[in-house]
């Protein structure tokens, strides 16, 4: 055990976000996201929300300054009625992490091609729609 480190956070998880460098990107996916076709470095978060994981991570995760968007969500699919409700905590949360960020929307299948170039997926069990989430790392001060 150490101390400061969300329990949360699975061993394989700090591990992930300790490997990862200045730009690096790592995507909290939905319980609907195709993880394993998308990544071959999935870690598995099976039980735990998107907000609860983002949470978590943001209390290591610097994000990137020096990037125009700090986080990109997935757009809403043209013809789907639905408004993320989600989206507002994600905000929320990110706003209290006090991390500067700006938020990109890409398009579902522009979504898929950014996230297989991440450095890993974060496969959650969250439910909500829409739920997707990528971060980009930026540097410790």
Known sequence: MLKKIPKILSPELVKTLMEMGHGDEIVIAD????????SKNVVRADGLS????LKAVLELFPL???AEYQVYLMEVVPGDD???VIWHEYKNILTASN??????YLPRF????RAKT?????AS?????YANIILKKGVVN
């Open 50 to 53: 998107g907000a609860d994981i």
């Open 118 to 122: 991440s450095y890993a997926v974060v």
């Open 125 to 129: 069990g969250e439910k909500a729609l």
């Open 82 to 84: 639905y408004k993320p």
């Open 110 to 113: 522009d979504f898929y091609e």
């Open 99 to 104: 991390e500067r960020f700006n938020i990109g």
């Open 31 to 38: 319980a609907n996201f195709p993880s394993c076709s998308i």
């Open 64 to 66: 990137d300054t020096y």
